[in-house]
């Protein structure tokens, strides 16, 4: 699988008059041709600005990405002029928001939304751009695709209007798509029927998938790799089976056993997170998540730990990795 | 953490079901029917949102009955008739007997202390003007229960430790605070007025999982320390079965399914009760790489205008030529499992 997309180091801060926030601080990872991706993490935690920053969206002032770079396909995006970052965005690759309802334009026409890239990338003209945009209509599965030309977003309802982000996402035939919360508006069986939307159509083009969310139960079926993020950091990379399987952090330990489950016998109680997550503007020395960290020992208070091979391709950022299984810490 | 408390978290069996026979409230034949007008100056009703359409159940001292559906379902607004914050079309909604829907607003006022709620979202259910001791002994001082204001000052830091936040709060406004301790604050806040019945509605889908199984473990405690009964009204089928006792699922503003948790969950009968537990991600790549996916086609249609028969049968697999006619009867399947389904 080649390499399509590598982000090295990359680093994105908000200056704020409360201090500087370290809203992504230094991850990398890798995408491969094809290959789904998920980016998990609670509120906060930085998942959406690593993707934003991956198209420069970050908003600046007060946003800015102060280090790292971001490798598509050989080019370093951080290099690049604003005119040609513009012909990166949506042709190479797209995203899909999270909000279906504020994401679409609610004063122009369902056909515009979608022939506006096709024209402005691809140079299509009116004739083609329609034809091509019943074409997508039709692939993401909304009926009477001909007459949603002309409709309006506030016509649809929220998982219609999910598919017309994908329709559009899709127009260019991306290399690389990027979900940021696809699915967290919608219902759970509208979500079912998106998410195996995204699968097949990904599937079918080739097309790399980049799945950022909170609910670790969305990418089990999903992701082929799945990276988790704490504080700005990645705490822990691996394929799905090493995370959900032999996790080796103790904050995605704590993630996956705090939920209840419904192929599990019901507990008596739920083993919460204990605390809050921290503040960004204020991270002192040490691992950011060992105030909450049941399995902390003295060394976690001054040196915060690096990713570190513990499997082919499996990482994890704690001192205490190798003492971990899945049913908690072996004491030695 | 009370004795009670640390007790519960030794055990390792799933938590006691208790088998409470006596009811608190019974909903019977509830309709909410919301006009759809035209016209400005001369308004003219020209349809009926049908948000709930004839439902009936029961809820029993001390249960939590769980109220499940997707949205515009019917199941918010049913919570809602039964705090009487939307005036039914037709039916009656008992507490300990009375018919809610016959007092006035005089006579509803000591029943308001009884009935309580939780809203979904932290950030638009507090006052962003009132410092959160102010937020928790408003209902103190409108009920005039605490006339005398050190003694609800004294009872505000009470309700703060029986949440679990520091008494510091007290003088903070909501926006210091964060979305899980924001909605301790409305359990603070419901707890209040030493309520009998708790209306959560979506009370912890708003939060992060970390934070969500905190609240969820709160509510749990309060249930069990102060004997409360809750109505539960969530999309999260999971969150469901952990905490509740009972199941009612909605489609629609029709009731299609109600069970104790286990029968529900472990044998589904309606279609949409089976599609709905189908559709929900295990966080396990094995399981879910084996599981088959059956996603239901189709979205909820509007309730202004509701499919004929079974509301359902444009969505279901098992829909014949009857389910488009007749209307299908709620029948008591198994003892205590019912179905409104002709074809199980």
């Known amino acids: 699988m080649t390499t399509l997309l590598e982000i090295e180091g990359l680093q994105t801060q908000f200056f704020t ?6 809203a992504v601080d230094g991850i990398s990872y890798t995408v491969g041709a094809g290959e789904t991706v998920a980016v998990v993490g609670e509120s906060g935690c930085g998942k959406s600005v ?20 971001i490798r598509f396909e050989g080019r370093d995006l951080l290099q690049l ?20 309802m504020t994401s679409l334009n609610p004063v122009l026409s369902i056909g515009m939304q979608i022939t506006e890239t096709l024209q402005h990338h691809l140079g299509m003209s009116d004739e083609e751009a329609n034809a091509r945009a019943v074409e997508l209509l039709g692939m993401v599965g909304i009926s009477e695709p001909q007459r949603r030309l002309s409709q309006y977003p506030h016509h649809l309802s929220g998982g219609m209007r999910q598919r017309v982000m994908i329709a559009i996402a899709l127009a260019c035939e991306p290399k690389l798509i990027i979900a940021d919360e696809p699915t967290t508006a919608l219902d759970v069986t509208i979500q079912a029927q998106i998410l195996e939307l995204m699968k097949n159509l990904t599937r079918q083009f080739g097309v790399a998938l980049i799945i950022i969310t909170h609910n670790l139960g969305v990418v089990a079926r999903y992701a082929d790799r799945v990276n988790v993020m704490y504080a700005g950091k990645i705490i822990e ?50 691992c950011p998540f060992r105030p909450r960290c049941r399995y902390a020992v003295a060394r976690c208070e001054q040196e915060n730990p690096a990713l570190e091979q513990i499997g082919p391709q499996h990482y994890s950022a704690c001192w205490e990795k190798n003492s971990l299984t899945s049913a908690g810490k072996v004491v030695s | 953490m009370s004795e009670a408390t640390v007790a519960r978290m030794s055990e390792s069996a799933p938590s006691p079901r208790p088998a409470l026979q006596e009811n608190l409230i019974e909903v019977k034949n509830l309709k909410m029917h919301f006009p759809v007008t035209e016209g400005i100056i001369i308004p003219k009703v020209v349809a009926h949102v049908k948000a709930v359409d004839g439902i009936s159940f029961n809820i029993r001292k001390g249960e939590t009955l769980g109220l499940v559906g997707e949205s515009g379902c019917g199941k918010t607004t049913t919570g809602r008739c039964i705090l009487q914050l939307e005036k039914a079309t037709a039916g009656e909604i008992l507490y300990n007997g009375v018919n809610l829907n016959n007092l006035g607003s005089k006579a509803m006022v000591p029943y308001r202390q009884k009935i309580q709620v939780i809203f979904q979202d932290p950030y638009s259910s507090l006052n962003p003007r009132m410092k959160i001791g102010d937020i928790l002994s408003e209902p103190m001082r409108v009920h005039n229960v605490i006339p005398d204001r050190r003694d609800r000052d004294k009872r505000v830091l009470e309700l703060l430790n029986v949440v679990g936040l520091s008494p510091r709060f007290a003088d903070r406004y909501p926006h210091e605070m964060s979305g899980g301790q924001r909605q301790r604050v409305g359990i603070a806040r419901a707890l209040a007025m030493n309520p009998d019945f708790i209306v959560c509605d979506e009370a912890v889908s708003a939060l992060d999982v970390s934070i969500q199984a905190q609240v969820i473990n709160l509510l749990e405690d309060l249930r069990d320390e102060f004997g409360l009964t809750y109505l539960f009204i969530a999309h999260d089928l999971s969150v469901v079965r952990h905490l509740c006792h009972r199941v009612a699922v909605m489609y629609l503003g029709k009731m299609v399914e109600l069970a104790d948790c286990d029968e529900l969950f472990d044998n589904p009968m309606h279609p949409y009760t089976k599609a709905l537990l189908n559709a929900v991600p295990i966080p396990d790549p ?13 979205e909820i249609p509007s309730p202004i205008n509701p499919p004929s028969g079974c509301v359902f049968h444009p969505r279901c697999e098992l829909a014949v030529d009857g389910c488009k006619k007749a209307v299908p009867e709620f029948r008591e399947l198994r003892p205590g499992h019912w179905v409104a389904c002709t074809e199980v």
Do not use: C, W
């Not at chain 1, 008059?17 to 370290?22: F, L, Q």
């Not at chain 1, 969206?57 to 990405?65: C, E, N, T």
């Open chain 1, 237 to 286: 990379t691996g394929t799905a089976a090493d995370v959900y399987h032999n996790p080796r952090h103790p904050y995605t330990l704590a993630l996956l056993k705090s939920v209840p489950r419904l192929d599990l016998p019901r507990q008596a109680k739920l083993d919460p997170v204990e605390g809050q997550p921290p503040d960004l503007a204020r991270l002192g020395a040490g």
């Open chain 1, 17 to 22: 008059s409360a201090g500087v926030v370290k």
């Open chain 2, 286 to 298: 094995t399981i879910e790489s084996r599981r088959e996916h059956k996603i239901i086609k189709g």
């Open chain 1, 81 to 100: 002029s604003d005119e040609e970052m513009r012909s990166v965005r949506g042709n190479d690759i797209a995203m899909v928001f999270q909000e279906p």
């Open chain 1, 50 to 69: 690593s993707a934003l920053s991956i198209l420069r969206l970050v908003a600046d002032p007060p946003g800015k990405i102060v280090g790292g770079s």
